[in-house]
């Protein structure tokens, strides 16, 4: 007639996973697809201003990285019936761009970006492993 005490522990356990894992990815999300605006960015300025040999590096790392990862992290939330946090978009479509004529300014930005990236890498890797 009533369920077992065990059986309460597991749909609690499950539920609190189920709430970890979502906010993992939404918290991946978010700092993917807010790095992947600057990452836009930084490759359109290595068109205007630079034309340099880093621009192959900024498309790939746009296209096979951050927009692959996020596409990833998509599946995984619709496999699993997950809702992603409508303020993550919200968040994504507050980022301002500002342009940026020094070419000293832009260097320390990129470099930013790219370590901003690395870090996101790193923990997305560390949590989900």
């Known amino acids: 007639m009533f369920e077992s005490p ?3 522990c597991q749909c609690t356990t499950h539920s609190t996973v189920s709430l970890q894992v979502s906010q993992l990815v939404n918290k991946a999300f ?5 790095i992947a605006v600057h990452l836009e960015q930084t490759r359109l300025d ?4 630079e ?3 880093f621009l192959q590096h900024y498309l790939y790392l746009e296209e096979q990285g951050v927009y692959w990862l996020l596409c990833e992290l998509h599946k ?3 496999s699993a019936s997950m809702q992603l946090d409508p303020a993550v978009r919200d968040s994504v479509e507050r980022v301002q761009i500002h342009d940026v004529n020094s070419r ?3 260097h320390v930005r990129d470099y930013l970006i790219l370590r901003q ?3 996101a890498l790193y923990r997305i890797a560390t949590q989900f492993a």
Do not use: H, M, W
């Open 6 to 8: 065990d059986v309460f």
């Open 30 to 34: 978010l700092d993917l697809a807010t």
């Open 46 to 49: 290595e068109i205007v201003y």
């Open 51 to 53: 034309n340099s040999e």
């Open 76 to 78: 995984l939330a619709f």
């Open 104 to 106: 000293a300014i832009r």
């Open 117 to 119: 990236l690395r870090a």
